[in-house]
């Protein structure tokens, strides 16, 4: 399985992006995906997460009203449509894959699978 993250990008304060995230390679069942980023010098943390069905989504305090997750099963898609961004916002951002669940897990640990990232840098 290969993820791969697109769509990060230099933006000011109070804009938005719009990060993509596509999966190829073997095709699993039921999977959830999500988002997590990496500032400098800080740990990876979560972002966002979504079930296989789409019907469950969980957000990081810090983002939650301004960042929406979303995902198209069909394309193999995954997307996190970041809006009013901050400057706090900028970080490396990564998608990840856990196979064989229908649950919506937040700890890094549990993803089987990472995307290499995508940069947001956002400038005050």
């Known amino acids: 399985v290969q993820l791969q993250a697109s769509g990060g990008g230099l933006v000011q304060a109070g804009g938005f992006l719009r990060l993509s995230c596509a999966s190829s390679g073997r095709a699993s069942g039921t999977n959830a995906m999500g988002w997590f980023r990496q500032a400098l010098g800080k740990e990876r943390e979560f972002v966002a997460a979504i079930s296989w069905s789409g019907a469950s989504t969980g957000y990081a305090d810090s983002v939650k009203g301004r960042f929406t997750v979303s995902r198209d099963n069909a394309k193999n898609m995954m997307f996190l449509q970041m809006n009013s961004l901050k400057p706090e916002d900028t970080a490396v951002y990564y998608c990840?894959?856990?196979?064989?669940?229908?649950?919506?897990?937040?700890?890094?640990?549990?993803?089987?699978?990472w995307g290499q990232g995508t940069l947001v840098t956002v400038s005050s």
């Open positions: 990840a894959k856990k196979e064989g669940t229908i649950g919506l897990p937040i700890q890094s640990s549990l993803y089987d699978y």
